[in-house]
């Protein structure tokens, strides 16, 4: 069970919002890598980072210091997502060295465009679903489709993707829990890892995931938690290590 860092980025900051909010961001570093830097030391094993003006914007925005990151630590697995809709970014940020990208909102709005992704890069390509009620949101989270998470889910391992990132958007930077159940029920219907996001406050949390590690949960994003020290990132490493029988 990898913990693993966010690092949202917002006109080149490291910044946290509140169920994707964007007028409600809390900056917690003017220069992400210096972000970046404290998380490795504190033993991340992976880093998830977000261009949230690039998933606004509908194309990359904060790619210079997404780039700045990755070859500051060229031996570490980094996904990257927000605004990645053609092959271009996803080349620009591979050759970066980016290990995956994370396609959202234009997954769900040309669904073929994941399985030409996957085609073209294979291995590097990740699916966000970030879900309310079972329903999959789009564009930064402003709009509540149709498409049931699961389906969309099944759809996507098909296509080939590496694996999905689930987002419960009503728990994520509230700290109030993970969603286990919805989460669980996601792992249980697909045979592709899922890395959970929204809500981690504690070390609860991590116990609570790591007893349904088994499932095809294989990590879990941390943002707000471990900006406020609700969380020590890597205690919670150590603890996850050790209820899942896994070393460094």
Same mark, same amino acid.
Not at 170 to 193: C, F, W, Y
């Given at each position: ?49 977000? @261009? ?22 060229? !031996? ?10 053609? !092959? @271009? ?26 399985? !030409? ?30 498409? @049931? ?22 728990? @994520? ?9 919805? *989460? ?29 590690? !088994? ?28 209820? *899942?029988?896994?070393?460094?």
């Amino acid at each position: 069970m990898l913990l693993i860092p966010a690092i949202d980025l917002k006109e080149g900051k490291c910044v946290r919002l509140k169920q994707g909010r964007m007028e409600d961001a809390t900056v917690y570093a003017e220069d992400p890598l210096e972000m970046a830097e404290r998380w490795v030391a504190a033993g991340a094993r992976r880093l998830h980072i977000v @261009d949230l003006d690039g998933a606004f914007a509908g194309r990359p925005v904060n790619a210079k210091v997404i780039d700045r990151i990755s070859r500051a630590f060229p !031996e570490l697995p980094i996904q990257v997502g927000g605004g990645i809709r053609d !092959e @271009d970014t996803v080349q620009a940020y591979l050759d970066a060295g980016v290990q995956w990208v994370i396609i959202g909102t234009q997954a769900i709005n040309e669904p073929h465009f994941v399985s !030409e992704m996957c085609l073209e890069f294979p291995g590097h390509i990740l699916v966000g679903l970030d879900a309310r009620d079972g329903k999959v949101a789009i564009d930064g989270w402003s709009k509540l489709s149709r498409h @049931d998470v699961i389906d969309m889910a099944q759809h996507f391992e098909r296509d080939g993707v590496d694996g999905i990132i689930y987002t419960d958007i009503s728990r @994520d930077g509230m700290m109030s829990g993970v969603n286990l159940e919805a *989460t669980v029920k996601l792992a249980q219907a697909v045979h592709i890892p899922i890395i959970a996001s929204g809500g981690i406050t504690n070390l609860d949390d991590v116990r609570a995931l790591c007893e349904v590690a !088994e499932e095809g949960i294989i990590g879990a994003i941390t943002g707000r938690a471990i900006y406020e020290g609700t969380l020590d990132l890597a205690e919670a490493q150590r603890l996850a290590d050790e209820l *899942t029988g896994e070393t460094a």
